[in-house]
């Protein structure tokens, strides 16, 4: 790209892919050694199998290696895939999830350095730089959001606002009094802080603000543009996950196409979630990931559950490292209505294409004899309800429609006034199952 400052971690991003390639081999066969040697779930797998650490010769040779996912953290809750003494451990972070135990993961202090290294780049990929006053309102505490993007904006050398999630007014009077030119948060708290501005008579384009950092939830390319024009910045995707590091695993880059993996340290492959075989890259399936230079839980072929393809072609920003497309499903997120595979994110890209319509929504899922519906309670403009009933089943029609053409099955639409669906402070609750109940 023309007129580009490259960072000097960012060296690396710009790398011949030959040699990117021999330092991931070198960097796996260690970190394939030091989990054999220190983790004993993964030394049984391995034995199991019959595969030695000296069996990986080449990077094809990871397709040998038994893949993680979840519940392995979970069954070993909390220190069993730690592959290092507890001294050694610096620091906790925690994912929640949906239910049970929590996982715990730990980072020694160069693990701590290579998350901010990722994530430098990351933010140094974005345009942003020292002199920046950065916003980061994730949630600070078990969570890595907050404290993994607190940590690469402070080593950018920008001027970091730690306000953490919540007390959205504040939010946007900090915004405006320190003259913050970046934040960071969910897309959907974004999204809250853009209504609460308006409210306030704040006109966010009016701010110096000119990036957001938005990760940590799935969601499209429509909703980035809304986001973008109501608030007159530039919307980057960021991506991470707790079991790999936390954010900063890929990140978008300027030319806003597709986020780039930092391969040196986490080596993604796709497979099919099926039969766990390897797809080429370019061929969508669920990413797979291994820590390369982690040594607190180093993870091997990790599962995430996030479907998406590693694209094949060249960005036009010049880096080597490789591009996943944006991510806007889990293989877990998806529900089955009458036969047909439903993603959230399907319901989204439908949504956003009709006028009048507020990018908040949530889809409900309910049973009634015997047979599932999907309703789907989406808030729309004040304006529409001072409007003709006549307007107001047009604009139904055309949300139902959107829907419907898109998924071959019929939805009920629910048209909200604005606020009346629940705001959330970090990742967005977008579907919520009541079949048990109503079965
Ligand atoms: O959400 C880490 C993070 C914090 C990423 C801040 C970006 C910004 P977890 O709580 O462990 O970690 O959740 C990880 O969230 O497997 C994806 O399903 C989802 N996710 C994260 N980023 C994105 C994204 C953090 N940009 C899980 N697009 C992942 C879509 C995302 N999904």
């Known amino acids: 790209m023309a007129n580009q400052v490259i960072h000097p971690a960012s060296a690396m991003d710009f790398m011949p892919v030959e040699k990117l390639r021999a330092l991931q081999l070198e960097r796996l066969q260690q970190t394939v050694k030091h989990t054999y040697d220190n983790v004993p779930l993964f030394r049984q797998r391995?034995?199991?199998?019959?595969?030695?650490?000296?069996d990986v010769r080449e990077l094809k040779d990871l397709a040998k290696l038994p893949f993680s996912i979840k519940t392995d953290l979970r069954d070993t809750y909390p220190y069993g895939l730690f592959a290092v003494p507890l001294k050694d451990v610096v620091r906790l972070h925690a994912s929640s999830g949906t239910t049970g135990k929590p996982i715990v993961v730990g980072y020694t202090k160069g693990d701590l350095?290579?998350?901010?290294?990722?994530?430098?780049?990351?933010?140094?990929?974005?345009?942003?730089?020292?002199?920046?006053?950065?916003?980061?309102?994730?949630?600070?505490?078990?969570?890595?959001?907050?404290?993994?993007?607190?940590?690469?904006?402070q080593a950018l050398g920008a001027t970091v606002v730690p306000a953490s999630g919540g007390n959205t007014e504040r939010q946007i009077m900090l915004?405006?009094?320190?003259?913050?030119?970046?934040?960071?948060?969910?897309?959907?708290?974004f999204l809250h802080l853009t209504e609460k501005a308006q409210a306030m008579g704040v006109d966010l384009r009016e701010l110096p603000l000119r990036a957001g950092i938005f990760g940590a939830e799935p969601w499209t390319n429509e909703m980035r543009e809304r986001i973008e024009s109501v608030a007159g910045i530039k919307a980057y995707d960021i991506y991470g996950l707790s079991e790999i590091c936390g954010p900063g695993v890929g990140c978008a880059c300027e030319a806003q196409d597709g986020l780039h993996i930092?391969?040196?340290?986490?080596?993604?492959?796709?497979?099919?979630p099926e039969t766990g075989e390897v797809l080429p890259d370019g061929e969508e399936g669920e990413l797979v990931f291994t820590t390369l230079t982690k040594r607190a839980i180093p993870m091997i072929r990790y599962r995430t559950r996030d479907i998406t393809h590693i694209r094949t072609d060249v960005c036009s920003c010049g880096r080597t490292i490789r591009r996943i497309a944006q991510i806007g499903r889990r293989s877990d997120d998806m529900f089955i209505i009458r036969g047909v595979n439903v993603f959230p994110s399907q319901i989204e890209t439908a949504i956003m294409k009709v006028e009048s319509v507020l990018p908040v929504y949530q889809i409900i899922l309910t049973r009634s004899h015997g047979l599932d519906n999907v309703e789907v309670n989406i808030e729309?403009?004040?304006?529409?309800?001072?409007?003709?009933?006549?307007?107001?089943?047009?604009?139904?029609?055309?949300?139902?429609?959107?829907?419907?053409?898109?998924?071959?099955?019929?939805?009920?639409v629910h048209m909200l006034p604005p606020n009346s669906i629940p705001r959330s402070e970090g990742k967005a609750k977008r579907v919520l199952d009541k079949r048990d109940l109503n079965a």
């Open 175 to 189: 915004m405006k009094d320190c003259g913050v030119t970046c934040i960071a948060c969910t897309p959907s708290y």
């Open 380 to 412: 729309v403009n004040e304006s529409l309800f001072h409007d003709n009933v006549a307007g107001m089943e047009e604009v139904r029609a055309k949300i139902s429609h959107a829907i419907e053409s898109t998924l071959g099955i019929r939805v009920i």
């Open 113 to 153: 350095e290579v998350w901010e290294n990722a994530m430098v780049r990351a933010l140094a990929g974005c345009g942003l730089h020292a002199g920046d006053v950065a916003q980061v309102s994730y949630g600070y505490g078990l969570f890595t959001g907050g404290l993994g993007v607190h940590q690469g904006f």
């Open 262 to 272: 930092f391969e040196d340290h986490f080596y993604p492959e796709i497979i099919n």
């Open 46 to 54: 391995m034995d199991a199998r019959g595969v030695k650490p000296e």
